[in-house]
């Protein structure tokens, strides 16, 4: 059974019981806010610096997550992907609080780990060594889904859904590239290693499953 992000994100607008506004925090270029479009009367994605028009694939709304310009009891979702750990945590709540109609749902989500094939972990184990001094204080609490993160109401567990491509050596090193740990080694000069391909078996068409969970915490105001 798929279990992709498009069935997440159905999953995620059935819990309101109202759908009238969706809010989305930290969007980027907003490529779930527009998804989520069809699916509520209205849909705004905010972030506190919006990418260049044309990369985005909704109009997104200039403002920071702790100051969001909507009225009190007003928004029926209020979700975040992958930005919440960028925050004020305590001021961005309290303006949840504040924004969330009574029976609202907020959810704060983010990707789990890369799951790789066991050779291709092994693979690319120089790399990841190299990077690992690079990622932010905050990745563990990233990558467990925000795990401990507390808010009134009901918790609602997450089902199960993660997003699937099948890849080469080029295109997870293309995937690589936009991760922050990379980035941030590659502005300090760090000569990255060569991956082991040939030692595990791997060649540079092969092709394999890369899977990331999607993982986060979903309360009903």
């Known amino acids: 059974m798929q279990r992709g992000p498009a069935v997440f994100l159905r999953w995620l607008a059935a819990l309101p019981f109202k759908r009238d506004l969706c809010v989305e925090c930290g969007?980027?270029?907003?490529?779930?806010s527009a998804y989520l479009q069809p699916m509520f009367n209205q849909v705004i994605a905010t972030d506190a610096a919006p990418p260049h028009k044309s990369l985005q694939y909704c109009?997104?709304?200039?403002?920071?997550?702790?100051?969001?310009?909507?009225?009190?009891s007003s928004v029926d979702l209020m979700f975040s992907m992958q930005a919440a750990h960028h925050f004020d945590?305590?001021?961005y709540t309290q303006e949840v609080k504040r924004v969330?109609?009574?029976?609202?749902?907020?959810?704060?989500?983010?990707?789990?780990?890369?799951?790789?094939?066991?050779?291709?972990t092994q693979a690319y184990a120089p790399v990841f060594e190299a990077i690992s001094p690079f990622w932010e204080t905050e990745r563990k609490w990233v990558v467990s889904g925000y795990k401990g993160f507390?808010?009134?109401?009901?918790?609602?567990?997450?089902?199960?859904?993660?997003?699937?491509?099948?890849?080469?050596?080029?295109?997870l090193e293309t995937e690589?590239?936009?991760?922050?740990a990379v980035q941030a080694a590659s502005r300090c000069g760090i000569e990255f290693p060569e991956p082991r391909l040939a030692s595990w078996g791997l060649h540079e068409n092969t092709k394999f499953e890369c899977r990331w969970r999607i993982i986060g915490q979903v309360f009903r105001y």
Do not use: D
């Not at 969007?27 to 779930?32: K, M, Q």
């Not at 109009?59 to 009190?72: I, Y």
């Open 89 to 91: 945590f305590y001021e």
């Open 27 to 32: 969007a980027g270029r907003a490529e779930l």
């Open 176 to 180: 690589m590239a936009s991760w922050s």
């Open 59 to 72: 109009p997104v709304q200039k403002c920071h997550a702790e100051a969001l310009p909507f009225s009190a």
């Open 100 to 120: 969330l109609r009574p029976g609202g749902i907020f959810g704060t989500f983010s990707w789990g780990e890369a799951e790789l094939p066991n050779q291709v």
């Open 150 to 171: 507390k808010f009134p109401g009901l918790r609602i567990e997450v089902p199960h859904f993660h997003l699937t491509k099948w890849l080469t050596p080029e295109g």
